[in-house]
Nanobody
Framework: QVQLAEFGGGLVQPGGSLRLSCAAS????????MGWYRQGPLNQRVLVAR???????EYTDSVKGRFTISRDNAKNMVYLQMNSLTPEDTAVYYC???????????????WGQGTQVTVSS
């Protein structure tokens, strides 16, 4: 089955950087939109950034100028470069992708298991 796996979370000091990676695996015919969401301890899961197959990009306002999303279609991967991190960025970050498993299948949305990002001194 299709799976998404995130890598790269951890503990970082304020002002530091992290790079998250997400790999899609399994039966994949095509991938449309890919994105990153985050969920804090008391908050709902919210969009951080997303990128279409045409590389049209959207960021939530709080990360503009600090985070950069990119994708490698040949490797079925999406990345999130996070710079100038603040404690408010602390959350579990989830990868999300719209994937077609076969030519005759509809696109379905898939989620990774999440990776913890903690920004603290």
């Amino acid at each position: 089955q299709v799976q998404l796996a995130e890598f790269g979370g951890g503990l970082v000091q304020p002002g530091g950087s992290l790079r998250l990676s997400c790999a899609a695996s399994g039966p994949i015919f095509s991938i449309a939109d890919m994105g990153w969401y985050r969920q804090g301890p008391l908050n709902q899961r919210v969009l951080v950034a997303r990128i279409t197959v045409e590389e049209i990009i959207e960021y939530t306002d709080s990360v503009k100028g600090r985070f950069t999303i990119s994708r490698d279609n040949a490797k079925n991967m999406v990345y999130l470069q996070m710079n100038s991190l603040t404690p408010e960025d602390t959350a579990v970050y989830y990868c999300n992708a719209e994937i077609m498993s076969a030519a005759w299948e509809p696109h379905r949305w898939y989620w990774g298991q999440g990776t913890q990002v903690t920004v603290s001194s």
